[in-house]
């Protein structure tokens, strides 16, 4: 899924998804190396040395080391990541929260699209488009007038399930513009234990 990553992560372009358009992420906001997530501004809580990958807690192992170009590798639970000694004279906080967005954006191209695949076709309902992005102190967003639904890709700190709770949501608000009592039914009508996700992710919005 997303082990075995290796590639030159500030070279590469990070796109995000949508139906009809690849747009360019851009790399100056602040990505998520994150313990408890808390949003601040663009970014969360910042832990240099744990970073969540679909909610698994990881290691985060920093090596500089006489080669060319960044390499990022997760396996066993750890993040290796390797640069170039050049890097050294960069403060290492904000080189990990670059590389760390990165990653999040690759693996939300691949996860996203999934999930939101499943979704349509349990509750039969589809937004116009949508786009993965990052939101300012939100996980994801709606605008039920344009049909059209916005993911931010540090959501992928999160297990599956929880992601899938907050994109179910996002769908309900398709038929439902604003949090009824009929649209936690619906959602409690395709996730029965959906509250255990709205309790993890506290008070974060969505």
């Known amino acids: 899924m997303f082990g075995g990553i290796n590639m030159n992560l500030l070279k590469i372009k990070a796109t ?59 396996k066993n639970q750890t993040l290796e990541i390797i640069l170039p000694n050049k890097y050294k004279k960069f403060q290492e906080e904000q080189i990990l929260k ?14 996203i699209e999934k999930i939101m695949e499943k979704v349509r076709i349990e509750t039969g309902l589809a937004p116009e488009d949508y786009e993965i992005k990052r939101i300012n102190k939100s996980l994801a967003n709606c605008n039920v007038e344009n049909s059209f639904i916005t993911i931010n890709p540090d959501i992928v700190a999160y297990d599956e399930k929880t992601i899938e709770y907050v994109i179910l949501h996002e769908f309900c608000h398709l038929k439902y513009k604003i949090r009824t009592k009929n649209f936690w039914k619906m959602i409690g009508t395709y996730m029965p234990n959906y509250e255990q996700y709205a309790v993890t992710l506290g008070n974060i919005a969505y």
């Open 16 to 74: 995000t998804k949508s139906r009809s358009v690849a747009n360019t992420i851009k790399s100056n906001v602040c990505a998520s190396i994150i313990n408890n997530p808390i949003f601040i501004g663009n970014s969360v809580n910042f832990n240099v040395r744990t970073i969540k990958i679909l909610g698994i807690k990881h290691n985060i192992n920093l090596y500089y080391k006489n080669v060319k170009v960044p390499t990022m590798n997760v």
């Open 98 to 111: 670059v590389l760390t967005q990165k990653l999040y954006d690759k693996i939300a191209e691949t996860e």
